[in-house]
T-cell receptor, first 118, second 111 residues
Framework: EAGVVQSPRYKIIEKKQPVAFWCNPI?????LYWYLQNLGQGPELLIR????????DSQLPKDRFSAERLKGVDSTLKIQPAELGDSAVYLC????????????????FGEGSRLTVL | GNSVTQMEGPVTLSEEAFLTINCTYT??????LFWYVQYPGEGLQLLLK?????DKGSNKGFEATYRKETTSFHLEKGSVQVSDSAVYFC??????????FGAGTTVTVRA
């Protein structure tokens, strides 16, 4: 079974340019998460979806960040315009429900998209 | 709010050494606790978990016990291998289902 797929793995852009990251969760997973991971720090939640509805976007900087999950499957995270401080790894994760996997509470993570803003 | 504090790294060990990574938490209610691991070039994956006080999670020779009285969930392994070199994250899932991570501890095991 395929895991969580993210693309691109690496992206280098100049500041003020737009950038988009794509995530395809594990088939059948209703809950999708976008996390931000700065160097040397743990992941921080940006937004959480239950199907196509954003149930928690309180940590998403809405002036420049946007996300969508139109059909409740794959999702796109966009930054426009990018700033130097946005350089980080953007992680996508999925689970069957808000509770995570029924027995473990586990979230399944993709490999991440590493953004460098010059 | 809810938060997780874990031991700063990096930690460098020799093979077969004993590993402990400290993790303490602050939370309201009764959180579930997790250890995730990130091997080089891979995504985060669940290592072990505990859902209530005195539960012990274990996997791949690693163990952690949910200690409510000390609000801790320390990770231990009695004899590490080179393949255990990774970044380890302690995490907490609160009553609102939000998963919060510690800063991560980089562990390097030398042959």
């Amino acid at each position: 079974e395929a895991g969580v797929v993210q693309s691109p793995r690496y992206k280098i852009i100049e500041k003020k340019q737009p950038v988009a990251f794509w995530c395809n969760p594990i088939s059948g997973h209703n809950t999708l998460y976008w996390y931000l991971q700065n160097l040397g720090q743990g992941p921080e939640l940006l937004i959480r979806y239950e199907n196509e509805e954003a149930v928690d976007d309180s940590q998403l900087p809405k002036d420049r960040f946007s996300a969508e999950r139109l059909k409740g499957v794959d999702s796109t995270l966009k930054i426009q315009p990018a700033e130097l401080g946005d350089s980080a790894v953007y992680l996508c994760a999925s689970s069957l429900s808000l509770l995570g996997e029924p027995n473990t509470g586990e979230l399944f993570f993709g490999e991440g998209s590493r953004l460098t803003v010059l | 709010g809810n938060s997780v504090t874990q031991m700063e790294g990096p930690v460098t060990l020799s093979e077969e050494a004993f590993l402990t990574i400290n993790c303490t938490y602050t939370a309201t209610g009764y959180p579930s606790l997790f250890w995730y691991v990130q091997y080089p070039g891979e995504g985060l994956q669940l290592l072990l978990k505990a859902t209530k006080a005195d539960d012990k999670g274990s996997n791949k020779g690693f163990e952690a016990t949910y200690r409510k009285e000390t609000t801790s969930f320390h990770l231990e392994k009695g004899s590490v291998q080179v393949s255990d070199s990774a970044v380890y994250f302690c995490a907490l899932r609160s009553n609102d289902y939000k998963l919060s991570f510690g800063a991560g501890t980089t562990v390097t095991v030398r042959a």
